[in-house]
């Protein structure tokens, strides 16, 4: 337990480290393993001394490099061989990693290494179809397991194959009836109409008592589409919030820490702060950050993106995100990771502030900052000169991704809150967005956002573009001209064909983004109009100030 805790705190601070101390630190190391060896086999466990020196000192690289230099000597040794795969994961070395992993199923067998382990492996690396053949070969063995049924469901989803999807997710209904997981995967593909049949077992499976609130909230969310489908409105609204209600049960809403995080941030990131840093950070990476809510329009705007022939389209990436709680914890622990009380209840903690801490860099650590993100993307990325980012939360960092990538183009993506609230309430999202659980505190979130972006128009201006989704769909091809405009392409007329792009997406937006543009959303919370009044006073001014930029 303490050797996993500390490799998580090593990870956390290995960014921010001392570089003098630690390439001095290293040195030695080396120096010490070459008078140690005689270039006699038996001294290959030199290497392995020298691999857990460096990661003492949170050199992953160089425990990395000694590791390998050992396992030239000692094939067969799975357990240094894990080791390294470890390591090559928390570098997000997937390339690596994946060929590593092939030499381990080789020499243990398959039934070694878990089928989330191999997954894993091939869908950092986006390879779906790779990840689809090898569910479909472990399907022929185990035609009943659920959780590969509903793998195999989602895979061919993200691959956009929904009949083929269906057909799995209906499978898994009959394995296991008791599980809510199927009814919301099919409910998730927006496309999928319930049958009356359907929509009454849902109904007879809710008032069963052996349900877990996780199966409960998700048949919740699956009727909630079900009867909006048969505009149903007002029983769609109810389980809509009866699923949200059980989530917030485990998902508090974090409003103490965001208005801490928002308040560092607009003390660390001032005017002043920018014309005194001035032009910083590593020119060799060309990111377009797709920032905004979540079912605001951001799936949309990459894949017009990914359709211009100069950008790679990659996905939701995690690096700024983790970038920024590498600062705070090496501001706050340091070295000293003793107090791992702190350390364990602060790394559960969404948003940490960190701003303060760049006023005190120097222009070598802005490049560090943009080099450690251009290494993580390089494995999302095909070779194109620009490539998309489109995690939507990184409109809180917009500082930091100013000043550690010049070169970034931001897109701030606005939609309605109307219909943004709406949208995220009917959404079963993964842990981290809580405020989607309530009406109330969506309200907040959105607020805050609108607040903070004007601070980066008022610090930054002219650093963000700001696409409305709404004229978006009413006027495509004006706004995606002075969307390529401001990122400095060339007009592709593959952009306005965005929907016959082939590639894969894994986001709920998925099936619409494959389409023509429509407009039939735009005014779709109206049909909850009289649910939503809480939302509507909640939200205030924001229902009109979304559209001031």
Same mark, same amino acid.
């Given at each position: 337990?303490?050797?996993?805790?500390?490799?998580?705190?090593?990870?956390?601070?290995?960014?921010? #480290?001392?570089?003098?101390?630690?390439?001095?630190?290293?040195? =030695?190391?080396?120096?010490?393993?070459?008078?140690?060896?005689? %270039?006699?086999? +038996?001294?290959?466990?030199?290497?392995? +001394?020298?691999?857990?020196?460096?990661?003492?000192?949170?050199?992953?690289?160089?425990?990395?490099?000694?590791?390998?230099?050992?396992?030239?000597?000692?094939?067969?040794?799975? *357990?240094? !061989?894990?080791?390294?795969?470890? @390591?090559?994961?928390?570098?997000?070395?997937?390339?690596?990693?994946?060929?590593?992993?092939?030499?381990?199923?080789?020499?243990?067998?398959?039934?070694? /290494?878990?089928?989330?382990?191999?997954?894993?492996?091939?869908?950092?690396?986006?390879?779906?179809?790779?990840?689809?053949?090898?569910?479909?070969?472990?399907?022929?063995?185990?035609?009943?397991?659920? !959780?590969?049924?509903? !793998?195999?469901?989602?895979?061919?989803? *993200?691959?956009?194959?929904?009949?083929?999807?269906?057909?799995?997710?209906?499978?898994?209904?009959?394995?296991?009836?008791?599980?809510?997981?199927?009814?919301?995967?099919?409910?998730?593909?927006?496309?999928?109409?319930?049958?009356?049949?359907?929509?009454?077992?849902?109904?007879?499976?809710? /008032?069963?008592?052996?349900?877990?609130?996780?199966?409960?909230?998700?048949?919740?969310?699956?009727?909630?589409?079900?009867?909006?489908? $048969?505009?149903?409105?007002?029983? #769609?609204?109810?389980?809509?919030?009866?699923?949200?209600? /059980?989530?917030? +049960?485990?998902?508090?809403y974090y409003k103490e820490g965001l208005e801490l995080f928002y308040q560092a941030t607009k003390a660390g990131f001032t005017k002043d702060y920018f014309v005194e840093k001035g032009r910083t950070g590593f020119e060799g990476c060309a990111p377009i950050f797709i920032v905004g809510l979540p079912r605001s329009g951001s799936t949309l705007t990459e894949q017009i993106l990914a359709s211009h022939s100069q950008v790679d389209g990659t996905r939701e990436l995690g690096y700024i995100f983790k970038l920024a709680r590498? @600062?705070?914890?090496?501001?706050?622990?340091?070295?000293?990771?003793?107090?791992?009380?702190?350390?364990?209840?602060?790394?559960?903690?969404?948003?940490?502030?960190?701003?303060?801490?760049?006023?005190?860099?120097?222009?070598?650590?802005?490049?560090?900052?943009?080099?450690?993100?251009?290494?993580?993307?390089?494995?999302?990325?095909?070779?194109?000169?620009?490539?998309?980012?489109?995690?939507?939360?990184?409109?809180?960092?917009?500082?930091?991704? =100013?000043?550690?990538?010049? $070169?970034? +183009?931001?897109?701030?993506? !606005?939609?309605?809150?109307?219909?943004?609230?709406?949208?995220?309430?009917?959404?079963?999202?993964?842990?981290?967005?809580?405020?989607?659980?309530?009406?109330?505190?969506?309200?907040?979130?959105?607020?805050?956002?609108?607040?903070?972006?004007? &601070?980066?128009?008022?610090?930054?201006?002219?650093?963000? &573009?700001?696409?409305?989704?709404?004229?978006?769909?009413?006027?495509?091809?004006?706004?995606?001209?002075?969307?390529?405009?401001?990122?400095?392409?060339?007009?592709?007329?593959?952009?306005?064909?965005?929907?016959?792009?082939?590639?894969?997406?894994?986001?709920?937006?998925?099936?619409?983004?494959?389409?023509?543009?429509?407009?039939?959303?735009?005014?779709?919370?109206?049909?909850?109009?009289?649910?939503?009044?809480?939302?509507?006073?909640?939200? %205030?001014?924001?229902?009109?100030?979304?559209?001031?930029?």
């Amino acid at each position: 337990m303490k050797k996993e805790l500390m490799m998580d705190v090593l990870d956390q601070t290995s960014l921010v #480290s001392d570089k003098t101390v630690k390439d001095s630190k290293r040195k =030695h190391i080396d120096t010490l393993c070459e008078r140690d060896l005689d %270039g006699t086999e +038996k001294d290959s466990t030199t290497f392995m +001394k020298a691999a857990k020196a460096c990661f003492s000192i949170e050199d992953l690289s160089g425990s990395v490099a000694y590791l390998q230099r050992y396992l030239t000597l000692n094939e067969t040794d799975t *357990t240094a !061989r894990a080791r390294l795969i470890f @390591l090559l994961k928390k570098l997000e070395n997937f390339k690596e990693a994946s060929t590593q992993l092939t030499i381990m199923q080789e020499l243990t067998s398959i039934k070694n /290494i878990s089928d989330n382990q191999r997954l894993e492996d091939f869908t950092n690396h986006d390879k779906y179809d790779e990840a689809l053949d090898f569910l479909e070969k472990k399907l022929e063995k185990f035609p009943n397991h659920f !959780r590969l049924l509903i !793998r195999h469901g989602d895979i061919l989803k *993200t691959l956009g194959r929904v009949e083929e999807a269906e057909i799995s997710f209906k499978q898994a209904s009959i394995v296991k009836p008791l599980a809510g997981m199927p009814y919301w995967s099919l409910a998730n593909l927006k496309s999928y109409r319930f049958s009356e049949k359907e929509i009454a077992l849902m109904q007879s499976t809710l /008032i069963k008592s052996e349900l877990t609130d996780n199966d409960r909230a998700l048949f919740n969310y699956a009727l909630g589409k079900a009867l909006e489908d $048969n505009q149903q409105y007002s029983e #769609s609204f109810k389980h809509y919030t009866h699923a949200n209600k /059980i989530k917030a +049960k485990t998902e508090p809403y974090y409003k103490e820490g965001l208005e801490l995080f928002y308040q560092a941030t607009k003390a660390g990131f001032t005017k002043d702060y920018f014309v005194e840093k001035g032009r910083t950070g590593f020119e060799g990476c060309a990111p377009i950050f797709i920032v905004g809510l979540p079912r605001s329009g951001s799936t949309l705007t990459e894949q017009i993106l990914a359709s211009h022939s100069q950008v790679d389209g990659t996905r939701e990436l995690g690096y700024i995100f983790k970038l920024a709680r590498n @600062l705070y914890m090496n501001k706050k622990f340091g070295k000293d990771t003793r107090d791992i009380k702190q350390l364990k209840i602060d790394s559960k903690i969404p948003f940490l502030p960190y701003a303060d801490l760049m006023a005190n860099f120097n222009t070598l650590e802005y490049e560090m900052g943009g080099r450690y993100y251009d290494e993580k993307t390089m494995a999302h990325r095909q070779g194109a000169p620009f490539f998309t980012d489109k995690l939507p939360n990184n409109f809180m960092h917009i500082g930091l991704i =100013h000043q550690i990538l010049p $070169n970034a +183009k931001i897109i701030d993506v !606005r939609r309605n809150p109307m219909s943004v609230g709406l949208s995220v309430f009917r959404q079963s999202f993964p842990k981290g967005l809580s405020f989607s659980n309530d009406l109330n505190n969506f309200a907040d979130f959105y607020q805050r956002y609108l607040d903070i972006m004007k &601070h980066w128009d008022e610090v930054l201006p002219g650093k963000v &573009h700001h696409l409305s989704y709404e004229t978006l769909v009413q006027n495509p091809e004006q706004e995606i001209r002075q969307l390529l405009d401001y990122c400095e392409l060339p007009f592709e007329e593959g952009c306005l064909n965005f929907h016959e792009t082939k590639r894969s997406i894994k986001t709920p937006s998925a099936e619409q983004v494959k389409q023509p543009m429509y407009t039939d959303s735009i005014e779709q919370w109206k049909n909850y109009e009289s649910e939503l009044g809480e939302l509507k006073v909640a939200l %205030g001014d924001a229902v009109i100030d979304y559209k001031r930029v």
